[in-house]
């Protein structure tokens, strides 16, 4: 008698992920530190310490992240001191991390579903929102605060980079939704914000607060039936101004929900509207521009005409899509924005649009040091060659249309933090600070160039693999005393 016998089929293999591939590849341990090893010659006056989070395990037992934004974050910091530069690198210890840790899928991430029951759902049909504070990283208080574009914000020590609480506010507009793209005003000594509220009454609400402080107050309100996704906005020195592209969400239709958060938003294709409105009435005005999706606004100043706005605008919300795991972990990336300024004159109801750069880039970042209009604006700008991610840091030169680049084979560089020279009374007086991954050996590189003339001063190295990652900032040492904003 014969037996018949098949084969075992081997389990499937899950699919890649970003954290297997450079430039998204974290340290291998949850937390660490060096001594990085330095090239050139730092600036006698750079001291202080340059602090950056980012999206860093993609995979946690059987659950993986769908999408960059939803990596469980970390936080690095690059401390530049008299005697050196020492690195630090530390998870992020949230209570996303730990319910995944334990086998729980219960909160929404930004594209990465859920796994409720429905019992669970219908008990709970607003789940508990996501601490994986993981896009920004600003001073608060004492310490700093790790953000995300939940209601919920996480206290960080900057010696250790250990969360030491969750911010709680002590005020009565409850939970609010905000950026993690808040702007410090300098003039007022206040942070802005501009928060979603995703209840029975949607609006967008710009609110602001002391840096220290534990209590926001509300500047203004905007009601619609459908909210748009915002990112960033810009401040002037009487308003702020909101980007509402046509990437909705209705607010109800979260309700018992599985899906990730943006997931639940809908592209219509209509207009821009661009609401305008005054810090010291509250009031509002709405006009419109062609279609078009923005992550990131670059600056806006006004004169005796109106507003200009600059921002980096998509022609439509589909990057969002090129952004997913499963592209970005083969290889592909296709985010490159238009660099477009608006006009929006003091009257009317109608905005006119030009370029004001012949090629777009991201992670925009300019000298606010200096009174708009101002002259120079850096970025990153990133390409695939289909198996591979590119970076070439850029400085545009408003003036002048010119551009200059810093690249290096090898090497991804994610945003660029203006540093200013202390006692630099021109514009662009300072350094670029840019983090860079290796694309082949698990190191990364601190870059420190002229902001001008993005020639090379000095690099910092550790061996330790980096993720690409999205803010942060630098606190000079004598800031970091007097609990001053980031640069």
Do not use: K
Not at 54 to 78: I, N
Not at 185 to 193: A, C, N, P, Q
Not at 272 to 285: F, K, N, S
């Amino acid at each position: 008698m014969t037996l018949l016998r098949t084969a075992a089929v081997p389990a499937p293999s899950p699919p890649p992920h970003l954290g297997e591939r450079s430039p998204f590849r974290a340290p291998p341990a949850a937390a660490g530190e060096a001594i990085g090893r330095v090239t050139g010659a730092l600036p006698p006056w750079l001291r202080g310490r340059l602090v950056r989070t980012a999206p860093a395990r993609f995979r946690v037992g059987s659950w993986q992240a769908a999408h960059w934004f939803d990596g469980l974050g970390m936080l690095y910091a690059f401390t530049i001191g008299e005697g050196g530069v020492r690195f630090r690198h530390r998870d992020l210890e949230s209570e996303t991390a730990r319910a995944l840790a334990e086998g729980r899928r219960d909160m929404p991430g930004f594209a990465t579903p859920m796994q409720r029951g429905l019992w669970r759902r219908l008990r709970q049909p607003i789940p508990t929102m996501s601490d994986n504070t993981n896009v920004n990283v600003i001073p608060r208080g004492e310490g700093l605060a790790a953000l995300t574009e939940t209601s919920r914000q996480l206290l960080v020590d900057p010696a250790t980079l250990a969360v030491t609480a969750e911010q709680h506010w002590q005020d009565s507009l409850g939970p609010l939704a905000g950026t993690a793209h808040p702007v410090f005003d300098r003039e007022r000594g206040v942070w802005m914000d501009v928060c979603s509220v995703l209840g029975a009454r949607p609006a967008l609400v710009v609110i602001e607060h002391d840096p220290a402080g534990r209590s926001r107050r509300e500047v203004a309100r905007w009601s619609s039936p459908r909210l748009p996704y915002v990112h960033s906005f810009a401040v002037t020195e009487h308003t702020v101004v909101v980007v509402a592209h046509p990437l909705t969400v209705s607010p109800a239709g979260l309700l018992f929900s599985n899906r990730g958060f943006i997931e639940h938003f809908r592209w219509d294709g209509g207009p821009i509207r661009l609401l305008v409105i005054d810090r010291a009435t509250g009031a509002i005005r709405t006009l419109t521009a062609p279609t078009g999706f923005v992550f990131h606004v670059v600056d806006a100043f006004e004169d005796e005409r109106g507003l200009t706005l600059d921002a980096l605008t998509y022609d439509d919300a589909s990057v969002i899509d090129t952004l997913q795991d499963a592209p970005l972990a083969s290889g592909g990336f296709a985010a490159m924005p238009r660099a477009l300024r608006y006009h929006l004159p003091w009257h009317g109801d109608g905005a006119s649009v030009e370029p004001f750069h012949r090629e777009g880039f991201e992670f925009p970042t300019v000298d606010r040091r200096a009174a708009g209009p101002r002259r120079f604006t850096w970025g990153t700008r990133l390409r695939s060659d289909g198996e591979r991610l590119m970076a070439t840091v850029v400085a545009v030169d408003g003036a002048t249309g010119s551009e200059r680049r810093h690249a290096e084979e090898g090497w991804v560089f994610g945003e660029p933090v203006f540093v200013g020279r202390p006692g630099g009374t021109e514009e662009g007086d300072g350094v670029l600070l840019t983090v860079g991954s290796h694309s082949r050996e698990d190191r990364s590189l601190l870059r420190v160039l002229d902001a001008r003339s993005l020639a090379v001063l000095a690099g910092v190295e550790v061996e330790v693999p980096l993720p690409l990652g999205f803010h942060g900032g630098f606190v000079p040492e004598v800031a970091a005393a007097r609990r001053l904003p980031l640069t």
